[in-house]
């Protein structure tokens, strides 16, 4: 724009001394919550318990038609925690069926074929055994050398251990039982100093979430991360985690007298969503509905944003889905909160068609409740505006010889902008901004205003701002 200007200043005399034309465009991303959305909203459990609420009414609310009962028996959970080509254990004491071992002595183990080679640290061969190899943990829990999934170095976990050879090295196994599992898990994925009603809604969620889920893999169920939910064993433990698993000793969620998947996330920014909306393909659950969270506003990302990118940043952002240069998103279709289901990203060459989980991952955003506005701001003089209807403005600017006109679009965000009157701003020689008048937008999005001094301006609507245009 700038070269064009000057070749034109260059060819003709008269527009030197006439308001030089300027234009940009902002892409405005705001969004809310933190997480899939699905299920028990992890801050909201919070925001309910601060308020007096008991874990029963807290897991009811996010998964409804549900009943807790509890389990007959206790349970084995198996947890992938690290697959390496050596395995390096200590604090064990026996072998599973066979013969004692030192809990003070470090031993190694190595995939040979289908079996395991069982050596100390110093080398010494303890034997070759046909897998899985469990290696039964001491008082205190068997520490596991290196580090694990879940991020632990030199980790300690109750239950035993079990090794496995894979094509890349051995996988060592976490065999723990389901309460101490629990045990392991609420800390990791909740702060242990929560109020007691919410530590116990999230040991109610974390224990079903085992044992109705599954990930594919040989000879365990769960990883130690988010692929499943975070366990970090022994230094989970609390003494505030471990009375929130004793109070809700064997508790499950259970819909029609069975255990159902529970999942949970952290923030919800107000409202929850259905599961199919969030995990595109999946099929309802009754129990996996959106429900209302009120008290979800203690987040930290109950809003988050906004980000402000140029349209070259925003098409390097989203990648090939754009095509030509970037225009904007258009929301086809939102949940029954307001995340994002399915957008086009709509380019000047076509658009391109994606799932609210996609454009999360692709720009990695914190949730899929997010808004897109185009907010585009031309400045010319007042002979290059063209004919038309006079703008519908108010404030002083009306009654002035106008020196610029001001034109742009809105596109997109939370709710459409036709009709609606726009703030246009202007920056005063200390750098605030005032409202200089106002101007009703068309149907389309479009506005224009005419402005009687030079400066910078801009345009707001609601909360968000246009980029800065300057009227010379």
Do not use: C
Not at 206 to 217: L, M, S
Not at 308 to 315: D, F, H, L
Not at 337 to 360: M, N
């Amino acid at each position: 724009m700038r070269l064009k200007l000057a070749i034109i200043s260059a060819l003709t005399v008269a527009l030197l001394a006439a308001p030089v034309a300027d234009a940009a465009t902002r892409v405005i991303v705001r969004g809310a919550g933190f997480g899939h959305g699905v299920g028990l909203s992890q801050y909201g459990a919070y925001g309910f318990a601060k308020r007096g609420t008991d874990y029963r009414t807290i897991v009811k609310h996010y998964y409804r038609g549900t009943e807790l009962r509890t389990l007959d028996a206790e349970q084995t959970v198996r947890v992938l925690l690290q697959t390496a080509g050596t395995v390096r254990v200590s604090n064990v004491r026996r072998i599973a069926g066979g013969r004692a071992l030192s809990p003070g002595t470090t031993y190694t183990a190595r995939g040979f074929g289908s079996e395991i080679v069982l050596r100390t640290s110093a080398g010494r061969s303890v034997g070759r055994f046909a897998a899985p190899l469990r290696l039964v943990g001491a008082d205190g829990g068997l520490r596991l050398g290196g580090r694990a999934g879940n991020g632990v170095s030199n980790g300690r976990y109750r239950g035993d251990l079990e090794l496995r050879p894979t094509s890349v090295g051995v996988n060592a196994i976490n065999a723990v039982g389901l309460e101490d599992y629990v045990r392991g898990v609420i800390s990791a994925e909740s702060p242990a100093s929560w109020p007691a009603a919410a530590l116990q809604a999230q040991a109610v969620v974390a224990r079903t979430y085992a044992i109705t889920t599954n990930k594919p893999g040989a000879g365990f169920d769960h990883y130690p991360d988010v692929r499943s939910q975070v366990y970090t064993g022994i230094r989970a433990e609390y003494a505030s985690t471990d009375a929130a698993v004793r109070a809700t000793s064997r508790q499950v969620v259970t819909y029609q007298g069975k255990p159902v998947v529970t999942y949970f996330f952290s923030t919800s920014g107000g409202k929850t969503e259905n599961v199919e909306n969030s995990f595109i393909g999946s099929d309802p659950k009754p129990w996996l509905k959106s429900v209302d969270d009120p008290y979800d506003s203690v987040s930290p990302k109950h809003r988050w944003g906004p980000y402000r990118w140029t349209p070259a940043q925003a098409k390097k952002r989203f990648g090939s889905w754009v095509k030509g240069s970037f225009r904007g998103v258009t929301v086809v279709r939102r949940g029954a909160s307001p995340r994002i289901v399915y957008a086009d990203i709509v380019g000047s060459r076509g658009r391109t068609r994606v799932s609210g989980p996609q454009i999360r991952a692709r720009l990695g955003l914190d949730d899929t409740w997010v808004t897109f506005r185009v907010i585009g701001t031309t400045a010319k003089p007042p002979a290059s505006t063209g004919g038309g209807a006079s703008p519908r403005v108010r404030g002083f600017a009306q009654a002035s010889t106008p020196r610029g006109v001001l034109r742009g679009s809105v596109r997109g965000g939370a709710a459409g902008v036709g009709g609606r009157w726009l703030k246009i701003e202007r920056r005063s020689a200390a750098g605030t901004w005032s409202t200089e008048l106002e101007t009703r937008a068309e149907t389309d999005g479009t506005y224009r205003a005419a402005v009687r001094r030079p400066g910078a301006y801009r345009v707001r609507v609601g909360v968000d701002t246009g980029p800065t245009v300057r009227v010379r």
